[in-house]
């Protein structure tokens, strides 16, 4: 059971840092012109972006900024449900 557990989170954030990469290849590709693109477009820059990705869902996760959020979202809700 916690095995489980484990592996989910280590696919959430897997896939937060993959985003994140993605993100920055396509925030590169549009901020940089053709010339500087060679220089920031490699390895260490993607996996930079990667593991940035990565500690901030961490840092996310430690904080529960997630489930303020979200329970404020539902709060929101079910106030809006009640005033019909």
Do not use: P
């Not at 500087?36 to 529960?64: A, M, P, R």
């Amino acid at each position: 059971m916690i095995s489980n557990n484990i592996d989910i989170d280590v696919m959430s954030y897997l896939g937060v840092g993959f985003i994140a990469m993605v993100i920055g290849m396509i925030a590169i590709n549009i901020i940089f012109e053709k010339e500087q693109l060679s220089k920031y477009n490699n390895f260490k820059t993607y996996f930079t972006f990667f593991i940035i990705g990565i500690v901030i869902h961490f840092i996310v996760e430690q904080i529960n900024l997630d489930q303020i959020y979200c329970g404020k979202k539902c709060q929101m809700r079910i106030k809006a449900q009640n005033n019909y």
